[in-house]
């Protein structure tokens, strides 16, 4: 991009490739000073080119959603943490939904000791993770496979999630903003989401904070219809304020700073799971 230093064009190209960079990794590789690589993160914030996030950035995307396995780098360990607090509030002898994203699959991850599960997915991650358990049963929707990610979205894949109604569902969302809205960035994979939402008697949502610091096109829900929130840190007043006034269970898998950017803090400590 024009006006971009050598090492900004480079920090660029580390976030196209992993989803996100962190000022002391950068730090380290170009050898200068933290308060440098700020300066170069919020010169790229300025071009709309990335977000900040606590001690770095990630991405800026509002009509297009990031490769598949750059989103598996982007918050990995929170979203470890996120898997494995929400598998902990489901119970055996249940059935759930687990619907496409790399969160969502760290909670499918996390289930494979679960016992009498049937679970009802338009993801093969899903599928290919919990199938070889004897004591989990596996549907798979049908429909077009998204060769980027393994979703399957489209109407049939809807239409076979409607006849269903289950226990929980494990909904993920690419962004949710101020107000509540989750949204995301394929019409398709809404679709899908929302009938989810609607067939599940309990709806968990499972996100990392750097999803409070983007944009996506396409509404799926409010944050007022679901029950529980998963997340890895304390949520902005502003959310906060939503669900408790909803009566929505909060999750923080993780012990950090309130979801807010801090450009000059040290990483979070390592995770403690609590609910708030």
Known sequence: ???????QTEILNIARAFGRVMVEDL???FEV???TIRKDLNDLCDQRTLTR???GAIIASGVENLAYEARRFVAAEEKKAIGAAAAARIPNGCSLFINIGTTTEEVASALTS???LLVITNNLNVAMLLYRHPRIEVIVAGGTVRRADGAVV???ATHLISQFKVDYAIIGASAIDEEGALLDFDYREVQAAQAIIANARSVMLVADSTKLRRSAAVRIAHLSQIQTFVTD????AGLASICSHRGIEVVVAMDKPVADI???APEPAPPALRSV
Not at 233 to 236: E, N, V
Request: glycine share 14%.
């Open 1 to 7: 991009m024009a006006g971009l230093s050598h090492r």
């Open 27 to 29: 730090a380290r590789r």
């Open 33 to 35: 000073s933290a308060q």
């Open 53 to 55: 996030i606590h001690g």
């Open 114 to 116: 679960h016992e009498d």
């Open 154 to 156: 489209g109407s049939t």
């Open 233 to 236: 840190s304390p949520l902005p």
């Open 262 to 264: 801090d450009e000059g």
